[in-house]
């Protein structure tokens, strides 16, 4: 069926209009001038969509003392020491400081110091009034005179002559076929969130900690064009209130509050064997482990004991929490639970795949510029790999490196290419087949009483199949994060099974539904980088994160390096390459210099 075409004709196309694409986009009009096209295309509605949508409490990179190689030493020692591309995480700290001063500009409210001085509440953060941080940073595509296009699902990208020359996809709601031409593409759409079973069922089935409907389209179609990703043999972990999964740095570092077991005990601070791991101030991957140990070794729940904390920051929790997740006051009201009298219970989250939180997942890129080794495609945000702890700050400051990047890049490369029709329409009916499929099968009766497809899949059913899958065999919580190669082989086995073999019954009964369906098809394709990247790693490189149990301890000699993989299309298999990993910064990556 012939559908309604968009075409789109640019210099700069976005792909997610989050925390580094709106930067990305004014950085590009300041650099670029004001004949530079450039457009953004957001799955959602720009202005409340994506990670910063709930908003936020503080902004957790910020150089409040040190330099950009103290941060360097500080993200290498909370990633226990493991590879990180020193040289992104550099240019980052260089210019993370402008960038706030710039956003502080634009509006952001951000708590100071009876001096003048920002207010932090840790040696890398500073807290602000953060409940409007989305609709300030989508200001910043407007200033830039950006065309945007909301509620556009980007499903692949477009390649000529090696070459990434732009995207395709469908409108969520007009039905339409987007067709858009670009000299140069940032892919910059989220992490991703859903591969594994949720704590929560049903209709709370998205009450998670990280955004439940970014579904790793970055990863994706990076992926299927050809790019080298890295870093999917890691995934992140967090510890998170239980039940509501809202954010713990808030009670940890806000009030003081420390962690404990079902006995009272601040295991970090009173057992030898987390101790020598550096305590409370361990790094995040120890931390998470330990907790899981004391589960695993039968003295849980674990809490947050707030009661330990600062009074007076204890008494305004709920206004923190109502900036960033206002879930859990609710759940406190419910409930009858004051932070005050009662600590709060904690546990680990699903996994999620991120690269610009503490996560190292993402697109592999050339030096600083940002570039994929596809020509013509940039990567940022979480889209960018090897180079965590940049959250939201740091992700605004990449956009913008990466665009002063891409507008070079177009001043070399001016002339448009043309897109090849066959192709074009290749694409258009493999976005679309999971809705001929249901009005085929609605043509031919092939319905049950209830309406569901007699021979088809819907999303729902696919996506509750890939994670029981992914919980059971590869690594969830239901395993306390545990793999093993017999393991790792089963999930291979099942979900190259769901992508070859059964993605031809998925079914989508409306527009809404085809976007649940190509969420699915996404997540599968990481779901596949998962699954080998954690076999291919053989050793337990990130414990908590990554538990190997047949490969319990670290192998510096085979893998203390970048993991990296390219995507045969052909073949569907999935081609290994080793990067070294390059220390920048002078010291032992095992500590702090600050």
């Not at 012939?2 to 694409?21: E, F, N, S």
């Not at 952001?108 to 940073?137: C, M, S």
């Not at 393991?487 to 031809?504: F, P």
């Not at 390459?577 to 210099?593: A, L, W």
Request: proline share 5%; with cysteine.
């Amino acid at each position: 069926m012939a559908r309604p075409r968009v075409y789109i004709d640019t210099d700069i196309l976005i792909i997610g209009g989050g925390t580094a694409g709106c930067l990305a986009a004014w950085e590009a009009r300041n650099v670029g001038g004001p004949r530079l096209k450039i457009t953004i295309l957001e799955k959602g509605f720009i202005r409340h969509s994506g990670c910063l949508a709930a908003g936020m409490n503080a902004l957790n990179m910020y150089l409040n003392q040190g330099t950009p190689e103290d941060y360097v030493r500080y993200v290498r020692y909370d990633m226990g020491g493991a590879p990180i591309r020193e040289d992104i995480l550099l240019s980052v700290a260089r210019e993370v400081n402008e960038t706030v001063a710039i956003m502080e500009a634009q509006g952001l409210p951000i708590k100071k110091r009876p001096d003048g001085k920002y207010l932090n509440r840790g040696k890398w953060n500073i807290e602000v009034n953060g409940a409007l941080l989305k609709p300030i940073t989508a200001g910043m595509a407007y200033q830039a005179n950006a065309e945007i296009y909301n509620r556009v699902y980007v499903t692949d990208l477009l390649k000529k002559d090696g070459r990434c020359v732009g995207a395709v996809g469908f409108g969520i709601r007009d039905g339409k076929f987007y067709i858009a031409r670009a000299r140069a593409v940032l892919v910059c759409a989220g992490g991703a969130a859903g591969l594994w079973r949720p704590r929560n069922g049903g209709d709370a089935h998205h009450r998670i900690w990280y955004y439940p409907f970014n579904c790793g389209s970055s990863y994706a179609v990076a992926k299927r064009a050809g790019a080298e990703m890295t870093g999917f043999d890691m995934r992140l972990v967090t510890l998170r209130t239980k039940d509501t999964y809202s954010p713990t740095g808030t009670l940890a570092i806000g009030v003081g509050a420390p962690m404990v077991n079902a006995a009272g005990e601040a295991f970090m601070k009173e057992r030898e064997e987390y101790v020598k791991l550096g305590g409370h101030t361990a790094p995040t991957i120890y931390r998470l482990w330990a907790a899981m140990r004391e589960i695993e070794e039968h003295r849980g729940p674990i809490y947050m004991d707030t009661r330990k904390g600062n009074p007076q920051r204890v008494a305004g929790l709920k206004a923190q929490y109502l900036d960033m997740a206002p879930i859990i006051v609710l759940y406190w009201g419910a409930h009858d639970l004051d932070p005050a009298r009662e600590p709060i219970e904690i546990d680990a989250d699903s996994p999620v795949l991120v690269g610009a939180h503490a996560g190292v997942t993402g697109i592999w890129t050339t030096g600083t510029t940002r570039m994929s080794t596809v020509p013509g495609l940039f990567a940022s945000g979480e889209a960018l790999g090897q180079a965590p702890s940049r959250f939201i700050s740091g992700s605004w400051t990449c956009g913008r490196i990466a665009a002063r990047h891409m507008v070079e890049y177009v001043r070399q490369n001016p002339e448009p290419v043309e897109l090849e029709e066959a192709e074009l329409a290749r694409l258009e009916a493999e976005i679309f087949a999971p809705l001929e499929r249901w009005d085929q099968a609605g043509r031919a009766g092939r319905l049950f009483t209830s309406g569901k497809p007699i021979e088809g899949i819907l999303p729902r059913e696919m996506e509750e199949r890939m994670q029981n899958v992914m919980e059971e065999y590869a690594g969830g919580r239901a395993r306390l994060f545990y793999v093993n190669e017999t393991h790792l082989n089963i999930a291979g086995k099942h979900i190259n099974r769901l992508r070859r073999e059964q993605l031809q019954y998925l079914m989508a009964r409306d527009l809404h539904e085809l976007q649940l369906a190509w969420d699915v098809i996404h997540r599968l394709e990481c779901c596949q980088l998962v699954v080998e990247h954690i076999n291919y790693r053989k050793e337990t490189r990130y414990p908590g994160y990554v538990n190997r149990s047949d490969y319990p301890e670290k192998n510096d000699a085979e893998y203390d390096c970048f993991i990296n993989s390219v995507w045969d299309p052909a073949t569907d298999r999935i081609t290994f390459i080793k990067r070294p990993y390059e220390q920048i910064v002078p010291g032992d990556r095992t500590r702090e210099s600050i």
